[in-house]
């Protein structure tokens, strides 16, 4: 009776809700009462959210302290933060006391305890202030209810422990749900004695250097909260989406190149977090995340727009930074809404990547003969002119490296099918057989993969093997080439044209967008050197603009549009101005018309010309009076 009479002191409630029909009180009847909505006076409810059939999710949450002491709050939280189910059949005052002893530091509140006057009720002291409910404090482990916001409940926070693997121990004898984080602890993988711990529910591994995920993760089968950005993680496993009940998922600054196509499984998502990564397309399965409210996911290698988003109900929605081909960035700023509207009026657009043309040029190249420096004699007396280059990166052959022209056993109806698939690395007729020609010039097997074809494209630039032309930038840097393949551009034709002799030509561009332009010509795109150097987005535009490179300005215009803010977009508005950038323009007054209370106290708008302040003052008059 001792402990049961303690409680009742402490805690207020009545002792005969809690008794048994022999007038007997013990502490599982005293339990029982709590579960049954037994409301004590200091504030204290059940939550009645569980199964009743769980004996041991007995939770509680503090709903008002009123004017009761600090030290009164910090006795209060221990039941919230001990284990009740292992006191049943204990003695509930030792308990009490040995608690308060190391987390109370007012002895007095330890005497009231102990004292012989506990069977009168605390009564409240109205000199003292009471507590401000708490903002949820970073620690490394809080029992919290499972159903419940972290962010309502009162948490005592507990001093971190030195090894994970010590608190690890600590909590497999814990009944509750817990919350663990473990932060910039330089963990290369999450370690396996956390998967031993299913009741885990919200866990923050952020700022660590973890590279891959385990498995076994999916045996936290109560995990509605995971932290795991700023690693170095690039894949997910397929059994990470097992986690159905997650509801929050944050990888954002790591170094993933997909998602698993399954992702859809996580149906209680409401949260996704991927930015700054180097995601190139979301899976089709995104459309199933149906309770999604906030999808994130600017600075990747995005060429589109998820069409999936047009099934979901997103309050949130990021997705700048992104190199975007669909839909147009001044679609995009004008809101959701007409996002939408594109996909699903162009939705032909989404249903893939847009394919790049540079295989069929590079085909033709080949087909033209231009800038040749070898040449193939076929069997019927044909010469076919050719370039070592691309049979050195993508055959094995060693005589091609010393003949000027090399013969070849097989008549040209056989051998030109070849040497398209060796220029655009693309299976071409499959009526002839073709592999005794594929065998002489030790070709490797053709793949499928668009960008494996792009990739070996850019490695012949970056480590060229007999180049025979060089270009130097305003700055000094220099970098080597191909005259047949920058000849695909109009610009690089009339410049060899005009000099054909010449092998050393300037370029009026810093080094880096030097480097910018030339991966264009190779690729078709501007990955690497955004990547590496996304501040030269802006000389990148209008100097493909000045050399007549309408491809690599639409690339530009898109990527600048997705980047506009409020502090740059009248500089960007007025540079798209003076550069004829036709696309751009209008993407900025979209912008500056529904940013237009903010715009007009920036600094970028006050060093605008008086006749482009005046137009954009135009614009937003008459948007206003249309409202």
């Not at 030339?518 to 690497?528: M, Q, R, S």
């Given at each position: 009776m001792e402990e049961v009479e303690a409680l009742q002191a402490i805690y207020g409630f009545d002792l005969e809700q809690a008794r048994n029909s022999d007038g007997s009180c013990t502490i599982s009847f005293v339990l029982n009462a709590l579960e049954n909505g037994c409301r004590p006076k200091f504030g204290l409810s059940i939550d009645d959210r569980y199964p009743s059939s769980d004996p041991f999710n007995i939770t509680v949450m503090i709903s008002d302290l009123g004017d009761h002491s600090r030290d009164l709050t910090n006795l209060v939280e221990t039941l919230i933060t001990s284990q009740i189910s292992q006191w049943r059949g204990q003695n509930m005052l030792f308990d009490l006391i040995q608690y308060a002893q190391t987390c109370i530091a007012d002895q007095v509140e330890i005497h009231r305890l102990q004292a012989e006057e506990a069977r009168i009720p605390i009564q409240p002291q109205p000199a003292i202030v009471p507590p401000r409910r708490p903002n949820p404090v970073?620690?490394?482990s809080n029992k919290v209810r499972s159903n419940s916001n972290p962010d309502e409940i009162m948490r005592k926070p507990i001093k971190p422990l030195p090894e994970l693997d010590a608190y690890l121990k600590a909590i497999q004898e814990d009944a509750y749900w817990v919350r663990l984080i473990y932060q910039k602890k330089k963990l290369t993988a999450i370690p396996?004695?956390?998967?031993?711990?299913?009741?885990?529910?919200d866990m923050d591994l952020s700022h660590n250097s973890i590279f891959?995920?385990?498995p076994r993760i999916s045996t936290l089968s109560h995990l509605t909260k995971l932290y795991l950005q700023n690693n170095e993680i690039e894949e997910l496993p397929i059994q990470f989406c097992n986690?159905?009940?997650l509801t929050t998922l944050n990888l954002s600054k790591n170094k993933l190149k997909s998602l698993p196509e399954n992702l859809g499984l996580l149906t209680n998502l409401a949260c996704l977090t991927v930015e700054h990564n180097q995601l190139e397309a979301m899976p089709e399965s995104l459309g199933s995340l149906q309770k999604l409210t906030t999808l994130e996911i600017a600075h990747n290698r995005l060429k589109m727009i998820p069409a999936q988003i047009v099934d979901l109900e997103l309050n949130i929605f990021r997705c700048v930074n992104n190199p975007l081909v669909h839909p147009p960035p001044e679609v995009y700023h004008r809101g959701l809404f007409y996002v939408k509207k594109y996909i699903r009026e162009n939705l032909g657009l989404f249903l893939s990547l847009p394919a790049s043309g540079l295989r069929e040029?590079?085909?033709?190249?080949?087909?033209?003969g231009n800038f040749p420096d070898f040449s193939l004699k076929t069997r019927d007396g044909k010469e076919i002119p050719l370039h070592r280059e691309l049979f050195l990166q993508n055959c094995s052959d060693y005589q091609l490296a010393h003949h000027r022209t090399l013969e070849i056993g097989y008549d040209s109806e056989m051998v030109i099918p070849v040497l398209k698939e060796i220029y655009s690395q693309k299976s071409q007729d499959a009526h002839l057989d073709l592999q005794p020609i594929r065998d002489f010039f030790k070709m490797p097997s053709l793949q499928s993969d668009p960008k494996i074809f792009l990739n070996s494209m850019y490695m012949m630039l970056m480590k060229p093997i007999q180049p025979d032309v060089s270009f130097r930038s305003e700055d000094g840097g220099r970098r080597m080439a191909h005259r047949f393949i920058c000849s695909r551009l109009e610009y690089f034709q009339a410049m060899f044209t005009f000099d054909s002799q010449r092998t050393d030509f300037d370029?009026?561009?810093?080094?880096?967008?030097?480097d910018a332009i030339l991966e264009f010509v190779y690729t078709d795109d501007i990955e690497h050197a955004i990547t590496d150097h996304p501040d030269i987005i802006l000389e990148l535009?209008?100097?493909?603009?000045?050399?007549g490179l309408d491809r690599l300005v639409n690339i530009c215009e898109n990527i600048i549009g997705y980047n506009l803010d409020v502090d740059n977009v009248c500089s960007i508005y007025g540079l798209a101005h003076d550069h004829q950038l036709h696309r751009l323009k209008p993407c900025c007054m979209f912008f500056m018309l529904n940013n237009r209370l903010k715009i007009k106290s920036t600094d970028g708008f006050r060093e605008l010309s008086d006749e482009l302040r005046a137009n954009i003052q135009k614009e937003i008059d008459h948007m206003t009076k249309s409202e």
């Amino acid at each position: 009776m001792e402990e049961v009479e303690a409680l009742q002191a402490i805690y207020g409630f009545d002792l005969e809700q809690a008794r048994n029909s022999d007038g007997s009180c013990t502490i599982s009847f005293v339990l029982n009462a709590l579960e049954n909505g037994c409301r004590p006076k200091f504030g204290l409810s059940i939550d009645d959210r569980y199964p009743s059939s769980d004996p041991f999710n007995i939770t509680v949450m503090i709903s008002d302290l009123g004017d009761h002491s600090r030290d009164l709050t910090n006795l209060v939280e221990t039941l919230i933060t001990s284990q009740i189910s292992q006191w049943r059949g204990q003695n509930m005052l030792f308990d009490l006391i040995q608690y308060a002893q190391t987390c109370i530091a007012d002895q007095v509140e330890i005497h009231r305890l102990q004292a012989e006057e506990a069977r009168i009720p605390i009564q409240p002291q109205p000199a003292i202030v009471p507590p401000r409910r708490p903002n949820p404090v970073p620690v490394t482990s809080n029992k919290v209810r499972s159903n419940s916001n972290p962010d309502e409940i009162m948490r005592k926070p507990i001093k971190p422990l030195p090894e994970l693997d010590a608190y690890l121990k600590a909590i497999q004898e814990d009944a509750y749900w817990v919350r663990l984080i473990y932060q910039k602890k330089k963990l290369t993988a999450i370690p396996d004695e956390v998967f031993d711990n299913p009741l885990i529910h919200d866990m923050d591994l952020s700022h660590n250097s973890i590279f891959s995920i385990s498995p076994r993760i999916s045996t936290l089968s109560h995990l509605t909260k995971l932290y795991l950005q700023n690693n170095e993680i690039e894949e997910l496993p397929i059994q990470f989406c097992n986690l159905q009940q997650l509801t929050t998922l944050n990888l954002s600054k790591n170094k993933l190149k997909s998602l698993p196509e399954n992702l859809g499984l996580l149906t209680n998502l409401a949260c996704l977090t991927v930015e700054h990564n180097q995601l190139e397309a979301m899976p089709e399965s995104l459309g199933s995340l149906q309770k999604l409210t906030t999808l994130e996911i600017a600075h990747n290698r995005l060429k589109m727009i998820p069409a999936q988003i047009v099934d979901l109900e997103l309050n949130i929605f990021r997705c700048v930074n992104n190199p975007l081909v669909h839909p147009p960035p001044e679609v995009y700023h004008r809101g959701l809404f007409y996002v939408k509207k594109y996909i699903r009026e162009n939705l032909g657009l989404f249903l893939s990547l847009p394919a790049s043309g540079l295989r069929e040029e590079m085909i033709q190249i080949f087909e033209k003969g231009n800038f040749p420096d070898f040449s193939l004699k076929t069997r019927d007396g044909k010469e076919i002119p050719l370039h070592r280059e691309l049979f050195l990166q993508n055959c094995s052959d060693y005589q091609l490296a010393h003949h000027r022209t090399l013969e070849i056993g097989y008549d040209s109806e056989m051998v030109i099918p070849v040497l398209k698939e060796i220029y655009s690395q693309k299976s071409q007729d499959a009526h002839l057989d073709l592999q005794p020609i594929r065998d002489f010039f030790k070709m490797p097997s053709l793949q499928s993969d668009p960008k494996i074809f792009l990739n070996s494209m850019y490695m012949m630039l970056m480590k060229p093997i007999q180049p025979d032309v060089s270009f130097r930038s305003e700055d000094g840097g220099r970098r080597m080439a191909h005259r047949f393949i920058c000849s695909r551009l109009e610009y690089f034709q009339a410049m060899f044209t005009f000099d054909s002799q010449r092998t050393d030509f300037d370029l009026d561009c810093t080094s880096d967008c030097q480097d910018a332009i030339l991966e264009f010509v190779y690729t078709d795109d501007i990955e690497h050197a955004i990547t590496d150097h996304p501040d030269i987005i802006l000389e990148l535009a209008v100097t493909a603009s000045r050399f007549g490179l309408d491809r690599l300005v639409n690339i530009c215009e898109n990527i600048i549009g997705y980047n506009l803010d409020v502090d740059n977009v009248c500089s960007i508005y007025g540079l798209a101005h003076d550069h004829q950038l036709h696309r751009l323009k209008p993407c900025c007054m979209f912008f500056m018309l529904n940013n237009r209370l903010k715009i007009k106290s920036t600094d970028g708008f006050r060093e605008l010309s008086d006749e482009l302040r005046a137009n954009i003052q135009k614009e937003i008059d008459h948007m206003t009076k249309s409202e």
